[in-house]
């Protein structure tokens, strides 16, 4: 079979639309080697391999990244016969096919015109090594016949084309936090950039809870708050010789956290899912953050979250900031310890 490469289109795999990153900082891409394998024997390349080409740039926009890839219409000989034809349409499995997890693929990706397939395809994980789709090409043999394939990133021999790499976490040393704690990295970023502190007796307490006057002092340092313009005594306990005073002050004046009532912060509350995602929607408010932002989002206990609560909720896992419980359920009541906390902070600025 001959086969020869000819016309050349743009396909990004699409998602969303194209709109949703309009005007999000990209902070880095990437041009990596990948090839189209044959999904259950990833030794040998798919039939649809050689109507794209061999190397796939890839975006980060906020915590997503973003797929670039290009596609050429291919012919070949057939029984005598020259046939063309372009890769029709593609489909992401939104797990692996072989997880029972996985119910169906993700929303079909369409051509946005004929002669430039341009298409966008987010996602909210760093990196990955393969990622199994579904493909119709538009060729007689192989027409109503759409195959599983496997797209293989070579990551190893990527190259950074614009942007910088994150600045990797440093080793922290916590008596009660080894390196094999799924917080280590979370914790080691927000521990260097002195977002959060440890204890003097060597402990960083990754289970503890958090407070409410422990978070906004988190957010504030984060924030860089200059802590002597905020001064003034406006709760009586949370008064500006406390640590937490001044950073009280700041959320309160500028609307991310609300006082519990007259005259009182109530610094000393434990933070519960919920009121930890008001806060920090209301925080990210004031940033200039961008993210990538998915579809529908729901929990299965959505009931139980409260009114004045849900859109925080619901914004800030679009985002993947948060995240739900293996459930399905939010567990808004549920309180947030300091290595949940740790996490999610990491997860507003490096995502996964």
Not at 176 to 182: E, Q, R, V
Request: proline fraction near 5%; glycine fraction near 6%.
């Amino acid at each position: 079979m001959k086969k020869i490469i000819s016309i050349v289109t743009v396909l990004v795999l699409m998602l969303t639309p194209l709109s949703v990153f309009a005007d999000t900082g990209v902070s880095r891409t990437y041009r990596v080697p990948f090839r189209l394998a044959k999904y259950g024997n990833e030794e040998k390349d798919s039939m649809g391999s050689p109507a794209l080409d061999d190397h796939v740039e890839v975006d980060v926009i906020g915590n997503v990244f973003k797929y670039k890839i290009m596609s050429k219409t291919m012919s070949f000989e057939l029984n005598k016969k020259m046939i063309e034809g372009d890769i029709d349409a593609m489909s992401v499995y939104e797990k692996d096919i072989d997880s029972p997890a996985t119910k169906a693929i993700l929303e079909k990706i369409e051509r946005e015109d004929e002669f430039n397939q341009v298409f966008i395809f987010g996602r909210d994980k760093a990196k990955e090594n393969r990622i199994v789709i579904n493909v119709e090409v538009d060729v007689p043999v192989m027409r109503d016949h759409p195959q599983n394939a496997v797209l293989v990133f070579d990551w190893d021999n990527a190259e950074l084309i614009t942007g910088t790499e994150p600045a990797k976490s440093p080793d922290v040393d916590f008596s009660d936090l080894t390196k094999s704690h799924w917080s280590y990295k979370a914790v080691a970023f927000c521990v260097e950039n002195e977002f959060f502190k440890g204890y003097p007796d060597g402990t960083f307490r990754p289970n503890a809870p958090i407070t409410r006057g422990q978070f906004v002092t988190v957010l504030g340092r984060i924030a860089g708050v200059d802590t002597a313009q905020f001064k003034e005594e406006k709760f009586s306990d949370a008064k500006p010789g406390k640590w937490y005073g001044p950073y009280a002050n700041w959320a309160a004046e500028n609307n991310i956290a609300d006082p519990v009532s007259e005259g009182m912060f109530g610094p000393e509350l434990e933070l519960n899912r919920e009121d930890m995602a008001y806060i920090l929607n209301n925080y990210v408010k004031t940033t200039d953050l961008k993210f990538f932002e998915k579809g529908n989002v729901e929990f299965t206990d959505q009931d139980e979250i409260s009114a004045d609560r849900l859109d925080s909720v619901i914004s800030l896992a679009k985002k993947s900031v948060v995240k739900g419980m293996a459930n399905g359920s939010f567990s808004p009541k549920t309180g947030f310890n300091r290595a949940q906390i740790a996490q999610v902070i990491y997860n507003l600025y490096y995502g996964r």
